[in-house]
C-alpha cells in the first residue's frame, strides 16, 4: 500500500490510498473496501431507532359525534336600582319583551326631585355670592381669600347638584337592550335596597347552544374549528335544523366530569318556538373540503411537539426512514382519531416511539 508521510498529506495521495485499498485482496479474494462498505451498513442498522408502526385505515362512512345541549340567551343580567326607595311603577310582566331604552321600573321620584331642586338653589346662590366677591376683588375692596372661598363654595355646589340629579336619575331602570323578561324579581309597591335584583332580563338578539365537550375533542375544536361542521336539532321544534358557529370556549374544565363548556351561537334567523333552556341535539361533522378519502390511525400517532399544524411520521419501507407529514384531524374514535386530509388508505405511521426523530431519520420497525 502507498505510504504518505502524515504531516503533508494531499489529496493526491488520498485518492491513492483509496485506489490501493479498493484493489488490495482480502483473504478469500474478497475486496476490503468491499467489507468495510459491510460494516458501514451494519452500523448504521445497529443505530437505528426502534419504532412501533401503523397502517392508515379506511375510516367507516359515519363519521359524527352526537352531543347534548341546551339553548342559552346571548346574556343573562340582573337589573337592581342604585337607591333605596318604594317601587312606585313597574310596567312588565314575565315573558315581555322590551326595546332597548323601554322603562321596566320606576321608584317614587318625589324625595329625588326634591334634592335635585335644593341643590340647585344651593347652586344659585353659591354662584351670586362668587359673582360678588369676583366683582369686589376687581375693584380691590375684598380680599383675596373671600374669593377664593366663594369659588370653593360654588365648586362644592356644583358637585352636590350633579350628585342629586343622579340619584334621581337612578330611581329609573331602563332595558340596556332589546331584551326578553326573563322573571320579575320584585313587585310595585315594595320598598327595595340597593343591589336587589328586581329584573332578569335575556338578550335573545343571537341565541346560543352550550355544550359541554370531552377533552379529546374540545382540543381539536379549539385548535382547527374549522375542520368541524356543527348542527343542532330541538325537541320542541320539530324539523327545524340549525347551522352552528363557534362562540365561547370556557378553557376551564369541569373538575367532575373533565369536560369543557362551548358556546355556539345558531346562525341565521332561529326559529321562533326556540327558548332558552330548551335542549338541543348537536351533531359534529368533520369538513374535508377535498375528494379525499379520510383514514383512522391510533391516536398516538400523532406529533403532539409540532409548533404548526399536526403531523405524523410517514415509513418509508424500501429506505427504511420515516419524514414527517403536516395532516388536517378530525374526531377522534376509541383510542383512534380521523385524519381528513394528508394520508392515503395502507401508510404506514409511526405510532410510537416518534420522539427526537428526524426527517430520513432510519428506523427499525418493532419486532422485525
Do not use: H
Amino acid at each position: 500500500m502507498t505510504s504518505c508521510n502524515w504531516r503533508a498529506v494531499t489529496s493526491t495521495c488520498l485518492l491513492l490510498s483509496v485506489a490501493a485499498l479498493s484493489v488490495a485482496p482480502g483473504p478469500g479474494g474478497t475486496a476490503v473496501l468491499a467489507q468495510a462498505d459491510n460494516d458501514s451498513s451494519a452500523g448504521q442498522d445497529q443505530t437505528a431507532v426502534t419504532v412501533d408502526l401503523a397502517r392508515a385505515a379506511p375510516a367507516e362512512t359515519s363519521r359524527t359525534r352526537n352531543f347534548v345541549g341546551r339553548v342559552a340567551p346571548r346574556r343573562t343580567v340582573d337589573l337592581a336600582f342604585q337607591v333605596s326607595g318604594q317601587i312606585l311603577e313597574m310596567p312588565i310582566s314575565n315573558g315581555d319583551t322590551r326595546q332597548q331604552g323601554a322603562l321596566l321600573a320606576r321608584l317614587d321620584t318625589v324625595d329625588f326631585e326634591l334634592a335635585v331642586e335644593q341643590a340647585r338653589t344651593a347652586y344659585d346662590l353659591a354662584e351670586i355670592e362668587f359673582n360678588r366677591a369676583s366683582q369686589l376683588a376687581e375693584r380691590e375692596a375684598a380680599a383675596q381669600a373671600r374669593l377664593d372661598q366663594a369659588r370653593a363654595d360654588r365648586n362644592q355646589a356644583r358637585i352636590a347638584l350633579r350628585e342629586a340629579e343622579r340619584r334621581l336619575g337612578q330611581a329609573t331602570i331602563t332595558a340596556p337592550f332589546d331584551a326578553l323578561v326573563a322573571r320579575v324579581l320584585a313587585e310595585p309597591f315594595i320598598n327595595t335596597t340597593p343591589s336587589q335584583p328586581v329584573v332578569r332580563l335575556q338578550d335573545v338578539s343571537e341565541l346560543r347552544v352550550i355544550v359541554s365537550l370531552p377533552e379529546e375533542i374540545a382540543a381539536l375544536a379549539r385548535a382547527n374549528g374549522d375542520s368541524f361542521g356543527f348542527t343542532a336539532t330541538f325537541p320542541a321544534a320539530s324539523g327545524y335544523e340549525a347551522t352552528l358557529a363557534l362562540r365561547e370556549f370556557v378553557t376551564e374544565a369541569d373538575p367532575v366530569a373533565q369536560t369543557y363548556q362551548v358556546e355556539f351561537a345558531i346562525t341565521g334567523e332561529a326559529d321562533p318556538r326556540l327558548l332558552p333552556g330548551m335542549t338541543a341535539k348537536v351533531i359534529g361533522v368533520p369538513k374535508t373540503g377535498t375528494d379525499e378519502a379520510p383514514v383512522v390511525i391510533p391516536v398516538g400517532a400523532v406529533d403532539t411537539t409540532s409548533d404548526t399544524d399536526p403531523r405524523v411520521w410517514v415509513f418509508d419501507p424500501e429506505q427504511s426512514t420515516v419524514s414527517p407529514r403536516n395532516v388536517t384531524l378530525g374526531l377522534p374514535r376509541e383510542g383512534n382519531i380521523v385524519v381528513l386530509k394528508g394520508l392515503a388508505p395502507g401508510d404506514r405511521v409511526v405510532s410510537a416511539g416518534w420522539t427526537g426523530l428526524t426527517d430520513g431519520a432510519q428506523v427499525r420497525p418493532s419486532g422485525r
